[in-house]
């Protein structure tokens, strides 16, 4: 590359970088720069060039750089691109506050048990001030005070916490998420001790996407640089305008010491010319940074098309997508896989790709959210793994994987099941008898419901089922007309994933091997809040509030269609943020993941409307905005 070749105005950035992480004399720093301006790819290079010129001693004193991720796909990411050398410790912050605080024990029970006894002290106070305690309110207070306290006499049993930072952590000695971040943040905080050791094991801790990153961490790590700033170094890397998560520090960055190095960048090396304009506008009352093109980028295309909300919206899209082809001359616009669509919550996807009915009951359950969208929630198992091949290799009459799919997963073929039966013969015969019963249930056309597959497997113990399908599927029949006219304001509340099972059991067997694909294809939807730090060429960004049914962003108040709410109204007078403010962040955050082409999709009550206020933002030009 030229030195005047008009896109390396911020090479002095990563030199800067380096400079700070010279362990003879470390400085922090904070690279706070746009979308697409090469935070990441800074932040690889300075560790590859410290890798050369301090890694072997590093090496000889057994000490590591510390990376900090938003996402352990991130994590992934950075790893490979740092080769998988061993003196990077790159992990998300659960992860690494995890590493540095699980072998103290003790010190990790007193803090839990103050605490628990903090929290069970303000929730007797509330509930003594309750005037009705049959209220939900109070019912759930109740609840709670009653787990805490069962945790409380717990602790004394407990001889070692455990914690698992992508799972749920339900065991008795288990540590929750936020409590490990609490307890990170409160030792390196307050505890000289946990400060020696951080900044000798780890000398440079670097954190990515700062400005989503725990705030109570980011404070913590603060008090440790200045404490140790002779031998440690903090680099916070990131993008107020990007911050979409409530947890994050606002303002970070303001009020830093004096002694911080602050690399600007002034590049966006992603973008097509005409997103950059985009995002520059829509970023423009919040913090006026503009990013420049590289030189060779071409135009590129950005529209806007606005649909009534009680449109088709699959056939919607699918015109946009014909259209946006048609607009850049490029045919991969109309071949699905590859164009990122990013829509507001995994339900869309869901709508989309036609498995609403098993997705939506379980989606609800908070415990069970994480391993749907992940695909590893095992009771879905049996008919993800399980069914779907078996049904897939009947269809095309290949017997020999019928039967091997039958060998491996039925407990009918343990040994000693074989072994011990009077009539071996007799019971393959049987066997072959479940099987055909299972597989008529596919003939013709039909697509059968998960319930009535549930059905035969139980009748049949073909398969063994987990606990939660053999509760549902033992209830007699009169269990389960009961059960199916059970006023509910009458009863005690069942456990709500058996509830949410009962639902999810009504959908069709089509609708596993839809989500599948999801799970397979997981490339051509993601959320808005999912797709930072990643790049697409073809993007479509969907924005339907009353569809997406969240509550912290609001597109409609962002264009204008909906008035602000008096809370809306009040924080902004007193200067907080707004539902708005974070939307406009978000739509920031969606918009840049564009590389060549982008096309947004509003769906509203008011389309001319929506028109209008894009045009008087001066994001779009008429010509670019279309009423479909
Ligand atoms: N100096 C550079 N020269 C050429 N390409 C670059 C340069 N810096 C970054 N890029 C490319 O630009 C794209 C964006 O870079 P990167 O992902 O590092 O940006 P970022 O600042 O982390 O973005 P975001 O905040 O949006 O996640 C990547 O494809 C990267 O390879």
Redesign the pocket.
């Known amino acids: 590359m030229s030195l005047n070749d008009g ?2 105005v ?2 002095n950035v990563d030199f800067q970088i380096s400079e700070c992480l010279n362990p003879k004399s470390p400085k922090s720093f904070f690279l706070f ?10 932040l690889v290079a300075a560790l590859t060039d410290f890798k050369t010129n301090h890694g072997n001693k590093f090496i000889l004193n057994n000490q590591k750089i510390a990376i900090i991720t938003y996402t352990n796909a991130a994590a992934d990411e950075i790893k490979q691109r740092l080769m998988f050398d061993q003196i990077f410790y790159v992990s998300t912050i659960h992860s690494y506050a995890w590493e540095l605080i699980q072998l103290f024990t003790l010190d990790i029970k007193s803090y839990v048990q103050t605490k628990l006894i903090e929290d069970i002290k303000d929730l007797e106070l509330a509930q003594s001030k309750s005037r009705n305690l049959q209220n939900k309110t109070s019912i759930d207070r109740a609840r709670k005070i009653k787990t805490k306290t069962k945790r409380l006499e717990n602790l004394i049993n407990v001889t070692r916490f455990t914690y698992n930072p992508n799972g749920d952590n339900f065991k008795k000695d288990s540590l929750n998420h936020s409590e490990v971040i609490g307890i990170t943040a409160d030792f390196i905080a307050n505890e000289i001790l946990m400060q020696d050791i951080v900044a000798a094991r780890f000398p440079i801790i670097l954190v990515d996407e700062s400005q989503d990153t725990k705030k109570e961490l980011i404070d913590a790590l603060f008090t440790l640089q200045k404490n140790k700033k002779e031998v440690f170094s903090l680099g916070l890397f990131g ?1 107020t305008m ?1 911050r979409i998560y409530a947890d994050g520090k606002p303002n970070l960055g303001e009020s830093l010491p004096p002694d911080w190095v602050l690399p600007v960048k002034k590049m966006n ?2 973008s097509n010319k005409r997103i950059i304009k985009l995002i520059n506008d829509i970023r423009q009352d919040v913090d006026e940074q503009k990013q420049q093109p590289r030189k060779e980028k071409s135009e590129g295309v950005v529209r806007l098309f606005i649909a009534d909300r009680a449109t088709d919206k699959v056939a919607t899209e699918k015109t946009v997508a014909e259209k946006m082809s048609a607009l850049t001359e490029d045919k991969n616009w109309i071949e699905s896989d590859n164009v990122k669509t990013l829509i507001l919550e995994h339900h869309m996807a869901a709508i989309r790709m036609g498995f609403f009915g098993i997705f939506q009951p379980l989606y609800k359950v908070d415990r069970l959210k994480t391993s749907l969208i992940d695909g590893s929630l095992s009771t879905l198992n049996l008919f993800k793994n399980t069914i779907l091949p078996l049904i897939e290799a009947h269809k095309t009459n290949d017997k020999f994987s019928v039967m091997r799919i039958i060998k491996t997963n039925s407990t009918l073929f343990d040994k000693k099941i074989i072994e011990n039966s009077k009539d071996q013969l007799k019971h393959l015969s049987n066997i072959n008898g479940y099987v055909t019963k299972l597989l008529a249930l596919w003939d013709g056309e039909n697509d059968p419901s998960l319930k009535d597959i549930l059905h035969v497997i139980y009748e049949t113990k073909l398969f063994p089922l987990p606990s939660m399908f053999k509760v549902i599927s033992s209830r007699t029949k009169d269990e389960q007309s009961t059960f199916e006219n059970l006023d509910t304001e009458d009863e005690e509340p069942n456990d709500e994933a058996i509830e949410a099972w009962d639902l999810a059991l009504e959908a069709k067997f089509s609708e596993v091997s839809k989500y599948n694909e999801y799970l397979n294809e997981g490339s051509k939807f993601a959320t808005h809040q999912g797709v ?2 990643l ?1 697409f060429p073809r993007v479509v960004v969907i924005i339907d509030d009353e569809e997406a049914k969240g509550f912290m962003f609001s597109y409609d108040k962002l264009f204008g269609t909906k008035d602000p709410s008096a809370t809306d109204k009040k924080n902004e007078a007193e200067g907080n943020e707004t539902g708005i403010d974070r939307t406009r962040r978000l739509f920031y955050v969606a918009c ?1 993941r564009a590389e060549e082409s982008l096309a947004i999709i509003a769906y509203s009550d008011n389309p001319d409307l929506v028109k209008t206020n894009a045009m008087t933002y001066g994001w779009f030009a008429d010509s670019e905005i279309e009423i479909i």
Do not use: F, P
């Open positions: 896109n390396n911020d090479d720069a746009g979308a697409g301006s090469g935070k990441t790819r800074s993008d990007q090396h992603r930072k730090g790049e840049s």
